[in-house]
């Protein structure tokens, strides 16, 4: 076990530290707060330097006293973090790269639930314990998709086109998640990106029998707390950013697990497979979820700044309806990404205010997640006329209307009202004015 650093001190554009040992590979994130303006740096180095050394690459101009300040450390396989704020210590965490969470598993005893972890009820919500499975089935079809791209055996084919592809790992995933959700709630209504039938006999691996703890003792809400098994619709994109994992654009890409209860998506799972995978000696790969209403777990929200309207919106269609939509937000500037997940995931990041989709491209598999985790922590997210999606089982898949989302709901209705009538009103029939 390495020393973990002492507290870092400040200076106008520097960083130093007295107590840092040497020949360590680092990722150091600052985050400068002014408010609630937040701007990320993202460094890594090799620490070949001495105790008393300074890193010159910080801005001048930000006030560092309010930055804060997170400092991941990889010397010989193991994995610290540490957090401070100014020059004070707030937090040091040692983990053994990723740790690990203890999880209940389907048919324990109540004494071997109890002792798992003893503030566990005993008999949870139904929202919760498919939550709580949710999440650990994302973790296995992340690793699945993991290992599918490592064998550069990734099976794409077509399915209606070019900008419409299928994998090995879309196909393998959903049967991770499919048949782990049915097999543990037997009568669950599970729909999946990638039809209704199983791609192949599934390994007895792939089903998925643990449930997070921190799902389980999350709250409910009131509305949903009598729920029963024949309300709930769980929409599956196994592979959200397909055409993305096939050209290496990995971290636009995410595993879907979206929860409603009659119409309403209540909660969900986002698993980012690749996060981090530009620096494989870090932990990689990250699960947040949430409960619309309750709270996220796994990630922090960070606010957009306010001296700018950046909007996110797709990489693939960048002409058109949806360009004339994007320019009509007035955007300082468009972020054209992959993947409805990743888009959310910037909103809820700070580093977009806005996603813009005037496209009947997404499917409820697509926003039901997402929408969930957004609204959770303050976003919104509806179709282009404001209108909310309905997520029960019988509603159509797909979003006729597009897809527009903020990351703060207060601001929903000043985008939407810059996006003029008539352009709003061509969404719908978008693929087949294309086509003209």
């Known amino acids: 076990?390495?020393?973990?650093?002492?507290?870092?001190?400040?200076?106008?554009?520097?960083?130093?530290?007295?107590?840092?040992?040497?020949?360590?590979?680092?990722?150091?994130?600052?985050?400068?707060?002014?408010?609630?303006?937040?701007?990320?740096?993202?460094?890594?180095?090799?620490?070949?330097?001495?105790?008393?050394?300074?890193?010159?690459w910080l801005p001048d101009k930000f006030n560092l006293s309010k930055a804060k300040v997170t400092v991941n450390v990889v010397p010989g396989g193991s994995y610290s973090s540490y957090d401070y704020m100014g020059d004070q210590l707030l937090r040091w965490q040692e983990e053994r790269k990723q740790p690990k969470v203890p999880t209940r598993a389907f048919g324990q005893s109540d004494h071997q639930k109890s002792n798992r972890s003893l503030a566990m009820s005993s008999n949870p919500p139904l929202l919760s314990q498919i939550l709580a499975n949710a999440v650990c089935v994302s973790n296995k079809a992340s690793a699945i998709v993991r290992e599918i791209m490592a064998s550069g055996q990734l099976g794409v084919v077509e399915k209606t086109g070019l900008d419409d592809l299928q994998t090995k790992a879309d196909r393998s995933a959903q049967d991770c998640i499919v048949s782990s959700l049915k097999a543990n709630f037997p009568g669950l209504a599970v729909i999946g990106e990638e039809g209704d039938e199983l791609h192949g006999d599934v390994p007895a691996e792939w089903i998925v029998k643990d449930q997070d703890p921190r799902a389980l003792q999350m709250g409910t809400p009131e509305s949903v707390l009598k729920a029963k098994l024949e309300d709930f619709t769980i929409w599956v994109d196994p592979l959200d950013g397909t055409k993305e994992y096939t050209e290496g654009f990995l971290d636009h890409v995410t595993v879907l697990v979206g929860i409603a209860v009659k119409d309403k998506a209540v909660a969900g799972v986002i698993n980012q497979p690749f996060y981090n995978y530009q620096y494989p000696e870090l932990p990689q790969g990250r699960t947040l979820f949430g409960i619309d209403g309750v709270g996220v777990h796994g990630?922090?929200?960070?606010?957009?700044?306010?001296?700018?309207?950046?909007?996110?919106?797709?990489?693939?269609?960048?002409?058109?309806?949806?360009?004339?939509?994007?320019?009509?937000?007035?955007?300082?500037?468009?972020?054209?990404?992959?993947?409805?997940?990743?888009?959310?995931?910037?909103?809820?990041?700070?580093?977009?205010?806005?996603?813009?989709?005037?496209?009947?491209?997404?499917?409820?598999?697509?926003?039901?997640?997402?929408?969930?985790?957004?609204?959770?922590?303050?976003?919104?997210?509806?179709?282009?006329?404001?209108?909310?999606?309905?997520?029960?089982?019988?509603?159509?898949?797909?979003?006729?209307?597009?897809t527009l989302a903020t990351s703060v709901a207060e601001e929903h209705q000043d985008y939407l009202s810059r996006i003029p009538q008539d352009m709003r009103d061509q969404v719908k029939d978008y693929f087949k004015n294309k086509k003209k």
């Open 1 to 56: 076990m390495h020393p973990r650093p002492s507290l870092w001190h400040w200076g106008a554009g520097k960083l130093s530290s007295k107590a840092m040992t040497t020949n360590m590979k680092c990722n150091l994130t600052v985050r400068l707060a002014p408010r609630n303006a937040f701007i990320e740096y993202n460094k890594v180095w090799d620490m070949h330097f001495s105790p008393s050394a300074h890193v010159h």
């Open 299 to 402: 990630i922090e929200r960070v606010l957009p700044p306010k001296d700018a309207r950046i909007v996110t919106t797709s990489r693939s269609h960048g002409t058109g309806l949806i360009n004339d939509c994007t320019q009509a937000c007035e955007p300082s500037e468009v972020i054209r990404v992959g993947g409805a997940g990743h888009k959310v995931l910037l909103l809820i990041e700070g580093r977009a205010h806005a996603y813009v989709f005037p496209s009947p491209g997404t499917k409820k598999w697509d926003t039901c997640a997402p929408q969930a985790i957004l609204h959770a922590l303050g976003g919104k997210l509806t179709d282009i006329h404001g209108a909310e999606f309905k997520y029960h089982k019988d509603v159509g898949r797909v979003n006729d209307w597009g």
